[in-house]
Structure formats: structure tokens, C-alpha cells
């Protein structure tokens, strides 16, 4: 099962910046928190990862509190085309164990 | 940018028949995984597979699956006798190390009829 909550839809308008949470309150030390979103039925997108520290990349921002049990992705200024289902996955990297445990997701609606 | 490409995009068949779908993964990937995704469900991982050897696989890859690296630059899903609940979008990714960012490819669409 996926270790991580998230809501379940979200709404932001054009231009904006998306703001979308996410809970991990049992990750582990070694334990990586990664973002991909999904447009329709195509295929996951990578967006960001990170472990304790920020992130920012072309794409988005991720911000991890300092007890690691909780993220924020943020897509500071959303388009039409960032609407999709965006997903927060805890990551284990030990070998044999790296696969991706997908929940249900956040299903973000950007609106004109 | 390198892309991970699958075909078919679209595959129908019926039941019990076998079906392989392909993927080519990014040329410096060395790790390789399938993932499905029945309408409306959640992206459920399938099996990983590191130098010609499944690492870990899901209770779904059961012995109706296997999957194959033939030739070194395919990545090959084959399920021997396809059931109706077979029906989803198969997903292929890879990564450069087990450590690193899987990209995933656009998927399959397989109908089993």
C-alpha cells in the first residue's frame, strides 16, 4: 500500500501557483519522496525528487519539512496543461526494493 | 531529450492468446520495469529486471508473465495466456541504477476480448 495521503482533488486558477500537499509521517531515513504527475492515461511523468533538503528544477519546487513527514510540490505558475493527477510516492532505494507504489493521487484541475 | 518508446500503442486480443509488448528503453538505462494500470485504478507495479534477471516482482507476475531483454536494446512483457482481466495500460520504465529516477514510456493499451 502507498505510504503516503494526499488529497483527493484540487482546484487552481491560471497563472497561479499550485500548491499540493502530501503525508509521509512513517518514511524512513533512507527513504526518497518523488513526484509524477499523469495527464489522461499517458504515461507517469517525472517531475521532482528529494530527500531532506529543497528541490527546485524547470518543472516545480518541492518543499520537505524538516521532520521529512510531510511535502509540498509546488508548480508556481500553473497552466491549462499541468492539469492531471499528481502523484507522491516514497521511494525505498535498496536494491530489489525500488519499485514505485503509486495511491491514488491528487487530481489537480487548473481553471481559466 | 532520449524518450522510453513502447509498441503497440494499441493491442487487441482475445482471450487466451499470447501477447508480447515491447519497449525500448533509454540507451544508458540498465534497470528496467513494467507497470500496469487497470481503467480506473491505481499504476500497479509488475516486475523490475536488472542484468537479465528479475529483481523483484508483484503477486500479479505470476507464470502467465515473464519478461526478456532479447537483444539488448528491447524490453519485452509477455503474458502467455491473456485472461479479460489482463485489460489495462502496461507501462514500461527504466532507470540508470536502481538508485535513480525511473521515465516512464507512453504505454500500452491492451484489450483482451
Known amino acids: 500500500d502507498a505510504k503516503t495521503t494526499q488529497p483527493t482533488s484540487m482546484d487552481c486558477a491560471e497563472g497561479r501557483a499550485a500548491n499540493l500537499p502530501c503525508n509521509h509521517s512513517?518514511?524512513?531515513?533512507?527513504?526518497?519522496v518523488y513526484w509524477y504527475r499523469q495527464i489522461h492515461s499517458q504515461g507517469p511523468q517525472y517531475i521532482i525528487h528529494?530527500?531532506?533538503n529543497n528541490e527546485t528544477n524547470e518543472m516545480a519546487s518541492l518543499i520537505i519539512t524538516e521532520d521529512r513527514k510531510s511535502s509540498t510540490l509546488i508548480l508556481p505558475h500553473a497552466t491549462l496543461r499541468d492539469t492531471a493527477v499528481y502523484y507522491c510516492?516514497?521511494?525505498?532505494?535498496?536494491?530489489?526494493?525500488?519499485?514505485?507504489?503509486f495511491g491514488t493521487g491528487t487530481r489537480l484541475t487548473i481553471i481559466p | 531529450e532520449p524518450e522510453v518508446t513502447q509498441t503497440p500503442s494499441h493491442q487487441v486480443t482475445q482471450m487466451g492468446q499470447e501477447v508480447i509488448l515491447r519497449c525500448v528503453p533509454i540507451?544508458?538505462?540498465?534497470?528496467f520495469y513494467w507497470y500496469r494500470q487497470i481503467l480506473g485504478q491505481k499504476v500497479e507495479f509488475l516486475v523490475s529486471?536488472?542484468?537479465?534477471?528479475?529483481?523483484?516482482k508483484s503477486e500479479i507476475f505470476d507464470d502467465q508473465f515473464s519478461v526478456e531483454r532479447p537483444d539488448g536494446s528491447n524490453f519485452t512483457l509477455k503474458i502467455r495466456s491473456t485472461k479479460l482481466e489482463d485489460s489495462a495500460m502496461y507501462f514500461c520504465?527504466?532507470?540508470?541504477?536502481?538508485?535513480?529516477?525511473?521515465?516512464f514510456g507512453p504505454g500500452t493499451r491492451l484489450l483482451v476480448l
Open positions: 510516492i516514497v521511494r525505498g532505494v535498496n536494491f530489489g526494493n525500488e519499485k514505485l507504489t
Open positions: 520504465a527504466g532507470g540508470r541504477g536502481y538508485q535513480e529516477t525511473q521515465y
Open positions: 528529494g530527500l531532506k
Open positions: 540507451s544508458n538505462h540498465l534497470y
Open positions: 529486471f536488472y542484468n537479465n534477471e528479475i529483481s523483484e
Open positions: 512513517t518514511i524512513s531515513g533512507n527513504e526518497y
